[in-house]
């Protein structure tokens, strides 16, 4: 199946019977038609005009969304859409074993209760990935706008700024803010799991690091440090134990 998104003024159309991909396409898609409705004034300031079904887009049953909008002027709208309403990431104030939390589904879970607790709105998955492919890089919406802590500083501009820490740039500040807006830098504990390259793909080289799927304590896993985190260390210093503690890295989706 196929998911076109053309550049020349013609509508975006997405074929029945998805793949995985095109699946999360698609929803990509929906949610910044979604974010165009909630902005529709500050959208017509622009210029951009956008036919659609408003009903059936926020309803989520337009699995053929039709939009006369270019390419072009999408990935603006889009990118302005995201930096009026940036993304949230925080560190866990809760720290886990490498194993026992119920693996990627486990730490998405902790990630989305401790967000609950804390008040903080929308859905979040844990920076954390496994050999069998499940990864940030695959699950996780990729932001042209900013991230931020809970308490509103910039991580990063954009997705992209993220994965350029593994060619030398920085971060504008350390993911060390926890859910309840409380600086960990100072923590006893300031490892991180994550399991993954600092693209986001589950970090395969040699032996799995992902303590075979969160399960073996005997293993190791690639563990990244939030106390220096605007570095790559972010995402993996060394590699640790499975039979110790560290937090997990909670990304808000749109």
Not at 105 to 116: N, P
Request: charged fraction near 15%; charge should be negative.
């Amino acid at each position: 199946m196929a998911f076109s998104l053309r550049g020349d003024g013609e509508a975006v159309k997405v074929q029945t019977e998805p793949s995985q991909t095109e699946q999360l396409l698609m929803e990509q898609n929906r949610e910044l038609m979604r974010r165009l409705v909630q902005v529709e004034e500050q959208v017509k300031s622009l210029g951009v005009s956008v036919e659609r079904d408003n009903q059936r887009l926020l309803s989520g049953s337009d699995t053929q969304c039709s939009c006369n909008i270019s390419a072009d002027t999408f990935n603006s709208v889009s990118e302005y859409v995201f930096t009026e309403h940036p993304l949230k990431i925080f560190v866990t104030s809760s720290i886990h074993n490498g194993t026992g939390f119920g693996g990627v589904a486990g730490a998405d879970q902790i990630c989305q209760t401790l967000a609950e607790s804390a008040g903080l709105s929308g859905k979040y998955l844990a920076w954390l990935a496994n050999e069998g492919g499940v990864s940030p890089a695959t699950n996780f919406f990729h932001s042209p706008g900013p991230y931020v802590t809970v308490t509103g500083i910039e991580i990063a501009r954009n997705w992209d700024h993220l994965m350029n820490t593994q060619y030398g740039e920085n971060l504008y500040a350390p993911m060390s803010v926890d859910e309840n807006g409380n600086d960990l830098r100072n923590s006893p504990n300031k490892g991180v799991w994550t399991g993954t390259n600092l693209d986001g793909t589950p970090y395969v080289q040699g032996p799995a690091r992902d303590c075979n799927d969160w399960t073996n304590s005997t293993q190791e896993s690639h563990m990244g440090n939030l106390a220096s985190s605007t570095g790559s260390q972010w995402v993996g210093v060394s590699y640790h134990h499975c039979n110790l503690a560290g937090h997990f890295y909670c990304f808000q989706q749109p």
